[in-house]
Every structure is written in C-alpha cells, then in structure tokens.
C-alpha cells in the first residue's frame, strides 16, 4: 500500500470523518464514520486508512463461499468460489482502497446470502434480518434500493413456490426495519433538499453514456474473463437444475439489476455483486467435473488453478500498488483509480510555493481555496507540514464546511480553475505563481494544475458561498 498513496475519495471520507453527520450532500454517513474509525485503530497512512476495505473484502471472499455452500456446493466448490472471488478484479480493487463501494460490495453479498437462505428454508422471518441488513446498506449508499428493485420482481415471477416468500407480514415488517435503521439520514436527506438525488443525476448526464458502452465490457473484466465459464455455468445452472429451482431469482435478479443500471446510466461496478453469487452457484457443477478421477480431469484442475494465478497476476498489477508509478500510464487507461493515488503531496507542495507568494502581513487576511474534494482533502491532510491555513471548497460537503470569514479579505490561493473556469470570475487580479507535477510525469487530473494567487475576492464570502458551491 506504500507505493503510491491516498485516493482522492479517501481523502475526503478522511476529511469527513472529521464533520461527522447523519448524511453529506453525495452520501450517507457511513463510509466516512469507517475512514475515522480506521484511521483512529490503524493509524492514518493510507494502510491504516484501508485495514477496514481489506477486511470487508476477506469477508467478502468468505460470505462467497458460504453461498456457494448454500446452493449446495462440496468442499471443492466452496474453495473455487472463494478462489474466484479471491482473485476478481472487483475485489481486490475495492479490498484495496476504501470506498463507498467496498461497504456496498460485502453488504450486498450479507444481503445476497440471507436471500438464498430465505428462499431454500422458505422461512419468511429471514425478512427481518433483511430488513435490518438493507437498513444498514442504505446508510452507506441508496443503491440497494435498485437490488431490491431488481429481487422483488425476480422472486414475484419465478413460480407459486418463490412468491410464497412474499405472502404474510414478515416481509412488510423487514422492508419497516429498513426504514427505520436509516431514518436518521433519510431525515438528513429531507431536510436538506435531497441533495444525493441532484449527485446521481449529475453522473448520469455526465457519464451516463460511457457507463453505457462499458457496462457489458466492465462485466467481464471486473470479475476477470477466466471466470466466464464458471458464471455461464452458473446461469446454466440455474434455469436448468431442479436441485436449485429455489434460487432461479438470483439469476433474473442480476438481469433485472443490469436493466435497470443501464437506464439509469450508472457505473458497470453497481451490478456486480449479484454476479458474484451467480459465479458461486456454477462452482459446484465446474468442480464436480473436474474433480472426478483420471488423468484428463488432473489436467482440467491444473489449468484451472493455472487461469486463477494468471487472473491474480494481471488483476493485482492493475489494481494494486504493485507497479512503480512511472508504470501506471497503460494501467490507468484501462483503471483510472490508480492513477489518482499519486501526487497529493505533490499538490500539497505546489499550493504552499503559492502561499509563500503571499506577503506575511496579508496572510492573517488570505484564504486557500481548492476547486474540488480531492484537492482540498488533500490540502487538510498534508497542509500542516507545510504551515498552510484550513482550506475551503465549494465542492460536494465542503461547501457545508465554510464560508471564510467575511474578515478574510485578503489574498486567495486557487488550485486548479481550468475544470471549473468560471471560478475565477469570483476573485480579482489572479496570477498564475505555481504549478502541480506529481514527479512521474504520469497524466491524471491534477498533474499541470495551476496554482493562481489572486488579490482578493469580487464580493464578500457569504456573498459568494451559495454561487461557489457545485456537485458532480
């Protein structure tokens, strides 16, 4: 994990956790309650930061095999699909680093295992503890209402023996449970106009297209191509097993969620984890093949713990902090993430050259501002060392942590306008003193950004903050 450093994400959890609330204007408040959390048992480098998003992905891999074992799956099943999990790109990237994604990605598997338990037993008081998981989930992010979108109909459509599980109470008392484990941020959430609805839209019209054409790839490479056959098998499985009749909604649920992903113009990554478990269900029959005696099924194992250590091999250089960061040019073309753990520092260091531009006896009067979450997290985290003042932005919740004082009418540091060049409209007499490069000449959002030292602001702050502040 010391190769590179923080994500820009994490940064901000860090930076939230520090205004812990029921609810942020792009989240709930779960993810950022974890980062401090973390960082207070850990440590608050980025290994301690993320010790909690490598536990919730071993727990992941565990809960995967105990799916597989739930859809009937023998040792060997239960091995190859803690294997799978083990070794997918999607894992080990979200194991890696902490995002609202790595919470998302073991509830929903939580989620996923106490459903095939509800429908194996048909035992209807499983709702309750649903009921109380998906509460859970909804406090870390509101995508789990697109999984129930997707289970409720699945299961509705799957025969007299799946829709029984819907008959009786227990499943309005689970869907009630829900409901009040996250009442305190659905509260949030009202009283502050729903903002995460206005973050959402903002990624679908701006990436909505892209997700689009990504999503079929996104799915096979997330998971890894050497896992094709074993999901495949699973499908398979389950519409043609009588043994497994009882969880066919797993596999019209998964189809329903990447439905109802596309229309919406959500990430790939958002309907990943029911695949997972659809991976699980092939384990069993791709085991039992290869596991029988003689010498053409020896070979078929061989391979097959082959194309496991390949899929390691190649998921591990992409998503982890493996390669020199003079190496991630060709890798974050394919997984950006990993191009924005490098230079924060460096960032940090650019902006305090623009702040030594700033004449000592205005300094008490000046004011750094950054133009979006990652720049300033980054300012909070590294900013002491270099005897820089608390930084303000109008992006996501760091508008909710501002304004600056009406009193701070002096100089303005701003890093990186260009994304945003309006900004600039909003400070007089800017002048470019400083520029950000990460040392490895490797191209993410931040490498060239300008640092600007401005004379001072065109209105008084509370006067400027509601025009300042933006979402996605």
């Not at 290994?47 to 074992?69: C, M, P, Y």
């Not at 309750?128 to 699945?154: Q, R």
């Amino acid at each position: 994990m010391g190769r590179y450093g923080f994500h820009r994400d994490e940064l901000y959890f860090m930076a939230a956790g520090r205004h812990l609330a029921w609810g942020y204007v792009d989240q709930p408040p779960l993810t950022p309650l974890l980062a401090r959390l973390s960082t207070s048992v850990f440590g608050d480098g980025p290994a301690g930061l993320r010790a909690v998003a490598v536990l919730l992905g071993a727990a992941t891999v565990v809960l995967i095999a105990f799916a597989a074992r739930e859809l009937g799956a023998r040792r060997a099943g239960q091995v190859l699909a803690a294997a799978g999990a083990a070794v997918s790109a999607l894992v080990l990237a979200l194991g890696h680093m902490l995002s609202t994604a790595s919470f998302d990605l073991f509830v929903w598997t939580v989620l996923g295992v106490l459903v095939l338990r509800l429908l194996r037993t048909g035992d209807r008081r499983w709702w309750l503890a649903v009921g109380a998981v998906s509460g859970i989930a909804l406090l870390n992010k509101d995508l789990v209402l697109l999984l129930a979108a997707a289970l409720l109909p699945a299961v509705a459509c799957c025969g007299p023996d799946a829709r029984a599980v819907l008959r009786g109470r227990w499943l309005p008392a689970g869907a009630l449970l829900a409901l009040l484990v996250a009442a305190p941020n659905l509260y949030w959430e009202a009283t502050h106009g729903w903002p995460q609805l206005t973050v959402a839209s903002g990624i679908s019209d701006q990436d909505g297209l892209a997700n689009r054409l990504t999503f079929v790839p996104m799915q096979l490479v997330y998971l890894s191509p050497v896992l094709i056959p074993v999901w495949l098998a699973g499908f398979r499985r389950l519409r043609d097993d009588e043994r497994v009749r009882w969880a066919r909604p797993l596999g019209y649920a998964y189809l329903v969620l990447c439905a109802l992903v596309l229309a919406l113009g959500g990430k790939p990554y958002y309907a990943l984890p029911p695949l997972l478990l659809v991976m699980a269900a092939g384990c069993e029959p791709v085991a039992e093949r290869l596991w029988r005696p003689g010498p053409e099924h020896r070979r078929g194992r061989v391979r097959l713990v082959g194309l496991l250590l390949v899929a390691a091999l190649v998921n591990s250089l992409i998503t982890l902090p493996v390669l020199s960061p003079r190496w991630l040019g060709p890798v974050s073309a394919l997984y950006p993430e990993s191009a924005e753990q490098v230079g924060w520092p460096e960032l940090t260091a650019a902006v305090a050259a623009g702040w030594a531009a700033v004449p000592p006896e205005q300094r008490g009067r000046a004011v750094v501002f950054a133009t979006d979450y990652g720049e300033a997290g980054a300012l909070v985290r590294y900013g002491a060392r270099y005897g820089l003042p608390t930084a303000y932005s109008g992006h996501m919740s760091f508008h909710d942590w501002g304004p600056p004082p009406d009193s701070a009418t002096g100089p303005v540091v701003l890093v990186h306008p260009e994304p945003y060049p309006a900004v600039e409209r909003f400070f007089t007499g800017c002048r470019r003193v400083a520029e950000v490069d990460n040392g490895y000449g490797l191209a993410n959002e931040e490498q060239h950004a300008p640092v600007l030292l401005c004379t001072g602001t065109a209105a008084p702050w509370s006067q400027l903050w509601p025009r300042l502040r933006h979402f996605y």
